[in-house]
């Protein structure tokens, strides 16, 4: 079985749910006492917010660095359990030389699987605005809507860091959410994707009409792919 580098603490509350997922589908595929073999290392979300996500050089360095110490560890590829950090994989994948398992690719890949062409994507500000996840979907031939409105985006990302961030959920934040993704979908989204590792705490299938695509669980399930590719269990 594969190592699996899981950088992690962007935030804690999502990194819960990778480590959960992916040994959850390690055991699914191999049954018995068989989990997962991955290191974390988890950053101090504050390093991260006090030069802001937007300072990419900077971002880039803290979470470059990490991933260097993973590879040490024993990594044998790394998964970046954030969205947003994604904005930068292409620059951490090439410097610590070792393979990274992009979430936008993973979730693009989900989508075609399921016949979609065109989706709403929530997540950050940065996620919404870069084009790291569009140009993902769009390799697939998949459309992207985001929501137009700047004040919008600029509510996402503020839920997303005081709010979800911390493991906070309100009725407010989630009503808002819902009308958000039914925005989208009015405007012709067959699915929403939800670009953001916190955004199952407030948005899932029972709350919209179409598809729902948690990024985290598609992510993890293609952490498992890579972990049990060419294994075979001890007899």
Not at 95 to 121: C, F, Y
Not at 225 to 235: E, R, V
Request: proline letters at 2%; one cysteine or more.
């Amino acid at each position: 079985m594969k190592k699996i580098g899981l950088l992690g603490g962007v935030s804690w509350v999502s990194t819960l749910d990778y480590y959960r997922y992916i040994n959850e589908g390690i055991n699914e595929r191999l049954g018995g006492l068989n989990f997962a073999e991955c290191i974390i290392y988890s950053l101090n979300f504050n390093d991260v917010q006090r030069h802001g996500w937007d300072n990419w050089d900077e971002t880039f360095r803290l979470v470059s660095d990490a991933c260097r110490r993973l590879k040490a560890a024993g990594a044998e590829a790394i998964v970046l359990c954030a969205n947003t950090a994604h904005a930068i994989a292409d620059r951490v994948e090439a410097d610590v030389q070792l393979p990274l398992i992009h979430i936008a690719k993973a979730t693009a890949d989900e989508v075609s699987r399921n016949g979609l062409k065109k989706v709403g994507l929530l997540g950050t500000k940065f996620t919404m605005e870069l084009p790291f996840y569009k140009d993902k979907l769009r390799g697939q031939g998949i459309e992207c809507l985001v929501p137009q409105e700047q004040a919008v985006r600029d509510f996402m990302q503020q839920t997303v860091k005081e709010e979800l961030g911390r493991g906070l959920v309100r009725q407010e934040t989630k009503a808002a959410y819902i009308e958000i993704a039914n925005q989208l979908i009015a405007s012709g989204a067959e699915g929403i994707v939800l670009g953001c590792t916190e955004i199952p705490l407030v948005l899932s299938q029972q709350d919209v009409a179409v598809p729902v695509f948690d990024t985290v669980r598609i992510h993890a399930q293609a952490a498992v792919d890579f972990a049990l590719s060419g294994y075979q269990a001890a007899q």
